[in-house]
């Protein structure tokens, strides 16, 4: 059994306070008896008990991330980056991943204030605000959101402008002299603002928006290429199709596969995201991208900030999305 902070002080002949204050860098220890506390620790290997100290009101440097689903490589992007820049700043992260059920979500909300973490940040799926919400007002923890923003409550968060990555990808496909293109909108907020930002760039450009050219539903590649199927199995077919993220755009470019048709030939695609899927899709994929290191590593710095009692009022930084362009989009012959 491995020695715990009674051993070391006893060892070191000192009291269990010094021996506390040598561990959290605290108090005022002359140098000799911290470098006689730290040899035995490292004699002996020793790991403070994170938890006990949480139970004392003590930084547990424990972080929770609530995320939808690890098997979409936004989320696990978005989740490394988190990671890093934690472990940079001396905290662990727990994982949580709801795969989009509400109950779950709840549920590992009150198992992270039960392991008494630190704060939490969160990355929801689910539209229902209320269902964000409810878990948001009860407890005293630092909260925070990344690449989803409620304007209608005071809370930290990290996202993108929307809009603009819609209007965007719709400029660039004007641009190419598509006019008739088809959308695959995600059926959450941050979708229906890029499909708004899309809708904008028609409108600016004097062309109508045909709603009969819009399917929503739920993000993956299964339904990407059901939709994509819907689309282009029209008697009036779009010569381009954007996807408001990068798995219903492979989905999408699956579906081209199985007609037999060529992308960018026959159709040009663009998705959002720039994922580690865009680059090794067949096509690469063009696409709009979000800065998923920057968001990570800003909503971790705001978290552990208001944790430590250096925040002193609540930060919504909204970045910019960048159009990247493949090989999936072409001039319209």
């Known amino acids: 059994m491995g020695i715990n902070i009674f051993g070391i002080a006893k060892e070191a002949n000192v009291s269990i306070a010094t021996v506390s204050k040598v561990v959290n860098n605290t108090g005022r220890i002359s140098e000799k008896t911290r470098k006689k506390v730290l040899e035995i620790i490292e004699k002996h290997n020793y790991t403070p008990n994170l938890l006990a100290s949480a139970l004392t009101g003590k930084l547990s440097y424990t972080l929770g ?63 229902d605000q209320h269902t964000i919400t409810r878990n948001l007002v009860k407890p005293n923890m630092p909260i925070a959101l990344i690449a989803r923003d409620i304007p209608t409550i005071s809370i930290n968060s990290v996202s993108i402008d929307d809009f603009v990555g819609g209007y965007e990808a719709a400029k660039h496909l004007l641009g190419l002299g598509h006019t008739r293109i088809g959308l695959i909108v995600e059926n959450i907020r941050c979708a229906k603002e890029r499909l708004r930002g899309f809708n904008q760039a028609l409108e600016d450009q004097g062309l109508q928006f045909d709603e009969s050219l819009v399917i929503l539903g739920d993000a993956s590649v299964q339904n990407g290429k059901k939709f994509a199927l819907q689309l282009l199995e029209r008697n009036d077919p779009p010569t381009a199709i954007f996807a408001t993220n990068d798995i219903l755009a492979i989905g999408t470019i699956q579906a081209t596969h199985e007609l037999g048709l060529k992308v960018p030939q026959d159709l040009s695609v663009i998705g959002f995201d720039n994922t580690i899927l865009a680059t090794i899709t067949d096509p690469p994929l063009t696409t709009v991208a979000q800065p998923m290191e920057q968001m990570g590593r800003q909503i971790v710095d705001i978290l552990v900030q208001e944790i430590k009692g250096e925040l002193t009022h609540k930060q919504r930084i909204v970045l910019l999305p960048e159009l990247v362009v493949r090989k999936s989009t072409r001039e319209r012959e």
């Open 65 to 127: 991330l609530i995320i939808p689903n690890l098997a979409n490589p936004f989320f696990g992007e978005i989740a490394k980056s988190v990671e890093d820049r934690a472990r940079e700043l001396g905290f662990s992260v727990m994982i949580c991943s709801t795969d989009y059920d509400a109950e779950r979500e709840a549920w590992y909300f009150t198992l992270l204030q039960k392991k008494r973490v630190d704060g939490v940040i969160i990355l929801s799926g689910f539209e």
